[in-house]
């Protein structure tokens, strides 16, 4: 009896040891698979989802410390949003060209991606202002306009083309003294356009006296004008010198209160004839290379989907009583797409014209923080007026009174849905739908998208998961054929943040 107690244990432990039949192994190899089958595309999206987070965190934390910097130190500090376009080198001729966009450009969607993408950011401070104090003699600045009568009469050789000192963003030709001439005191052997020359240019400020109220400059755009107007001093004291003076123009406000870029406040008229000893010069912020970070791996800032807020959806011909998110004056009968600042840093608003811009045109955007710890204004490319052959792709200041966002997407998803009818350069709705319906994703439509939010009045920064569109619809009873692309990307923001009341 023991015996055969003995043999059936040794044959159990035998079988054992012999391991799976080749039926339970594939059974278990069935059920692994099964079980994989399932679980890793969550596996796949969750990684991916966390991987988006990470980028907007990562974004959010860098606007944060831009914020905290300008406070620490008591001046404007500016978050750099760098295109892939705008990482230009110099080609053979000394012409600077994009390392990631091509030169040949055949239609607007061409370099839609490089002009549309941000995968890094940098940090840039404004200088301290040029003051009387700043400079080694007293020069004065006198505020001019044509057929004022004064005895120097203003220039039209030197400052021409896109450098000329005209009036250009008058509305509805209201006349107004916006140009200024700077002079040295007589005898003066000191050469103006060596000392200001490279302040006194686009995108450059001036306030005078006592007032916090900034002009902006937006002639000339070459600092080299300023050399070519103004002659050498004389080598005797036997020679007469000429003209030592040199020009800058400043944008008009007169009927653009509450309107585009321009500023909430109340006109300051100026006075020709009337002169200022009493200055500051701002110039833009200057980049600190040693502050930069990169977003990870195929993760980016989807420009063309960032912009500023809006108060309501878009649905009819009225143009919006606020003072960013339409500026056109060729709104007919719909508003012009382009003209929304809900997508004010994308290229194709930047320059909807069958002529699109090169590389070396498009310019990084420049978010900019007050000492104050507030969002100030932004820099970023001013439009392109279809058929101007002197586009130049210069910065333009946008002040802040709308919300910002800026929507964090990847790098294979920043699309350009195009029209199939040729005569429409610019993305719209109808185009969305067409490439959303054929399963190609896209930023706007990926719910694993990210978008931050920047206030201006608070300066507080948050990010939040992106919310599907058509939910929106469906909430607020909209008609889609109504809304335009614009709106469809406020419906997402609008989801957004009405979904998420708190914010990662």
């Not at 399932?38 to 988006?52: E, F, H, M, N």
């Not at 920043?414 to 029209?419: A, C, G, K, S, Y």
Request: glycine fraction near 6%; hydrophobic fraction near 35%.
């Amino acid at each position: 009896m023991s015996h055969m107690r003995k043999r059936r244990t040794t044959r159990s432990r035998n079988r054992s040891l012999a391991g799976l039949t080749l039926v339970e192994l594939l059974v278990v190899v069935g059920v692994v698979s099964v079980v994989a089958a399932i679980v890793l595309p969550s596996v796949k999206t969750l990684l991916t989802d966390r991987k988006t987070s990470q980028s907007a965190i990562v974004v959010k934390n860098f606007i944060e410390a831009a914020r905290a910097r300008a406070v620490g130190k008591n001046r404007t500090v500016a978050v750099v949003l760098e295109r892939l376009s705008s990482r230009a080198q110099l080609d053979g001729d000394g012409n600077p060209i994009s390392q990631t966009a091509s030169t040949s450009i055949t239609s607007p969607d061409t370099n839609f991606i490089p002009y549309n993408t941000c995968i890094r950011m940098s940090l840039a401070e404004e200088p301290m202002p040029v003051t009387q104090a700043s400079l080694p003699l007293t020069v004065s600045i006198t505020a001019r306009a044509p057929g004022d009568g004064l005895p120097d009469p203003i220039p039209t050789a030197d400052y021409s083309g896109a450098d000329s000192l005209i009036d250009r963003d008058q509305l509805g030709g209201i006349p107004e003294v916006r140009i200024f001439q700077v002079k040295a005191p007589v005898g003066s052997d000191y050469n103006l356009s060596l000392l200001l020359s490279e302040y006194l240019i686009n995108g450059s400020q001036i306030s005078f006296g006592n007032s916090k109220r900034r002009f902006t400059i937006v002639s000339p755009r070459n600092p080299s004008i300023h050399h070519g107007h103004f002659p050498l001093p004389p080598l005797n004291s036997n020679q007469i010198p000429g003209d030592r003076s040199i020009w800058f123009s400043v944008m008009n406000e007169q009927g653009f209160e509450g309107l585009g870029e321009r500023a909430l406040e109340p006109v300051e008229p100026l006075v020709a004839g009337e002169s200022f000893s009493s200055f500051k010069i701002y110039s833009r912020p200057r980049p600190i290379y040693s502050e930069m970070i990169q977003l990870p791996r195929g993760m980016c800032i989807d420009l063309s989907l960032s912009g500023f807020a809006n108060d309501s959806i878009r649905n009819t011909t009225a143009p919006s009583p606020n003072k960013q998110p339409v500026f056109d004056s060729a709104q007919a009968p719909m508003p012009n797409p382009m003209s929304d600042y809900r997508v004010r840093f994308a290229s194709d608003w930047i320059a909807n014209t069958s002529t699109p811009l090169l590389p070396n045109q498009l310019r990084p955007v420049y978010i900019a923080f007050g000492p104050d710890g507030t969002l100030s204004h932004v820099w970023a490319n001013e439009r392109q007026i279809p058929g101007d052959p002197n586009y130049l792709g210069n910065l333009t200041r946008i002040d802040a009174t709308q919300d910002l966002f800026l929507h964090i997407g990847k790098v294979d998803q920043v699309l350009m849905p195009v029209d199939p009818d040729p005569s429409i350069l610019g993305r719209n709705k109808f185009a969305f739908d067409a490439v959303n319906g054929s399963g190609v994703r896209q930023n706007l439509s990926d719910l694993n998208s990210y978008v931050v939010r920047i206030s201006p009045k608070s300066g507080s920064i948050s990010a939040s998961p992106a919310v599907g569109i058509d939910t929106q619809i469906g909430i607020l009873g909209l008609a889609p054929s109504a809304l335009t692309f614009g709106d469809l990307v406020e419906l997402s923001r609008r989801g957004t943040y009405n979904s998420n009341v708190t914010s990662r």
